[in-house]
């Protein structure tokens, strides 16, 4: 039985739409991030939600090759959108998620989280939380494209991701975060305050990957 033009066409659309929306759901990631704290993330909470949504639909057309594996048919998500309103409307996602919510929105929420910042350092709280979340919403499109550098074009696509991204945090965002608790740790000696726990994460950051490899030789 032939699939109906219908049907080929929504899921061509699901398809081409996913970019967008992997693009949307890194905006909310940000939001989830300050939320969370900023600086500590909770294992399950909304930051790591929204990027695992990220990697599923970046992966989309490669989560979708496990239907063919099973047997079971799937309909062709390859090749343009015939049907002439699905294709009009998928051009008025990507262009809405492209336009406004990443080139207009996310820079605004951004800035609002720069004057946050600000006002937490007036009020005697750390502004750092609301530094990174700002880091992080003007560097969406870049962390879309880094999260689409570790496709492999296979059914394991999403875990090969999201390995890539633990391999990228263990190997980029660790040391950096060592070196920033290092300093953070001399000025905190200097004020006379405690300093060996910031000395403890930085040691703990840059041995992260050893203690992986250590707990995965004890298994």
Not at 1 to 14: C, F, G, K
Not at 111 to 117: E, G, L, P, Q
Not at 172 to 195: E, K, Q, S, T
């Amino acid at each position: 039985m032939t699939t109906p033009q219908l049907l080929n066409d929504i899921a061509r659309l699901l398809i081409h739409v996913a970019p967008a929306l992997a693009l949307l759901t890194l905006v909310l990631a940000g939001i989830a991030l300050r939320l969370e704290g900023g600086t500590t993330l909770v294992i399950g909470g909304g930051f790591t939600k929204w990027m695992f949504w990220a990697v599923i639909f970046i992966a989309l057309p490669q989560l979708l090759l496990w239907f063919s594996f099973f047997g079971v048919p799937a309909p062709a998500t390859d090749g343009g959108v015939g049907t002439t309103w699905i294709a009009a409307l998928r051009d008025d996602v990507t262009t809405f998620v492209n336009d406004f919510v990443i080139a207009r929105l996310a820079i605004t929420l951004a800035a609002y989280f720069i004057i946050r910042a600000i006002l937490d350092a007036t009020q005697g709280h750390h502004p750092l939380p609301s530094i990174l979340t700002a880091m992080f919403l003007l560097a969406v499109p870049t962390t879309a494209s880094l999260i689409s550098s570790f496709q492999t074009g296979t059914r394991f696509a999403a875990a090969d991701i999201m390995d890539g991204l633990w391999n990228y945090v263990a190997g980029r965002i660790m040391p950096i975060g060592a070196g920033l608790a290092v300093i953070a740790a001399i000025f905190n000696f200097l004020n006379h305050r405690p300093a060996i726990r910031l000395i403890a994460c930085a040691i703990g950051f840059l041995t992260v990957s050893a203690l992986w490899k250590l707990l995965l030789t004890m298994m």
